[in-house]
């Protein structure tokens, strides 16, 4: 059974930019929930998606945003970024978002 | 009070010694009791998932819940080399949205 899938797993980005970060969840699982990761915060808590529907946020600026696809597929979408924003962003899949969450590999976020 | 404590400060064993980790929560809507293993630059796994008060075995690791005191515990048996990681209590409280602690550095000696 293949695992959470998260693209690119490393991504460079200058100050100002845009990025879009992709997940696809295990098969059948359609609750994607995801999370920013620093030294500093540890995990926290960004959003997630169910049947395409955010049911959830966190506290975290309107800069980040997210959507899900009817494949269960999600992205997430951070604009103007900053250098705060360096981070490991993880996304979590679940059966439908009461059960164990399995993770992908993250995708590191650098910016510059 | 912050939801979720767990004391960051790392650990190091012998290999074969005991590890014993754990975590307090203030936050009565948490529902679901979960350890997590994260080895440096890869996504945390799932080690340790139960919902109730009491013991749950799977082989070398136990998680302990304590639901009257918040309080949760996981320890690992005959500590390997390869159980060194960082460790990540955490907590569902709804809809895949996860509390988690800041995670204690394990690392086992050989």
């Known amino acids: 059974k293949a695992g959470v899938t998260q693209t690119p797993r490393y991504l460079i980005k200058t100050r100002g930019q845009q990025v879009t970060l992709s997940c696809s969840p295990i098969s059948g699982h359609r609750s994607v929930s995801w999370y920013q990761q620093t030294p500093g915060q540890g995990l926290q808590f960004l959003f997630e998606?169910?049947?395409?529907?955010?049911?959830n946020k966190g506290n975290f600026p309107g800069r980040f945003s997210g959507r899900q696809f009817s494949n269960s597929r999600s992205e997430m979408n951070v604009s103007t970024l900053e250098l705060g924003d360096s981070a490991l962003y993880l996304c979590?899949?679940?059966?439908?978002?009461?059960?164990?969450?399995?993770f992908g590999q993250g995708t590191r976020l650098t910016v510059v | 009070q912050k939801e979720v404590e767990q004391d960051p400060g790392p650990l190091s064993v012998p290999e074969g010694a005991i590890v014993s980790l754990n975590c307090t929560y203030s936050n009565s809507a948490f529902q679901y009791f979960m350890w997590y293993r994260q080895y440096s630059r890869k996504g945390p796994e799932l080690l340790m998932y139960t919902y109730s008060s009491g013991n749950k075995e799977d082989g070398r690791f136990t998680a302990q819940v304590d639901k009257s005191s918040k309080y949760i515990s996981l320890f690992i048996r005959d500590s390997q080399p390869s159980d060194s990681a960082t460790y990540l209590c955490?907590?569902?409280?709804?809809?895949?949205?996860?509390?988690f602690g800041k995670g204690n550095q394990v690392v086992v000696i050989p």
């Open positions: 998606y169910f049947s395409e529907t955010q049911r």
């Open positions: 979590a899949s679940s059966l439908n978002g009461n059960t164990e969450a399995f």
């Open positions: 955490a907590f569902l409280y709804g809809n895949n949205r996860l509390a």
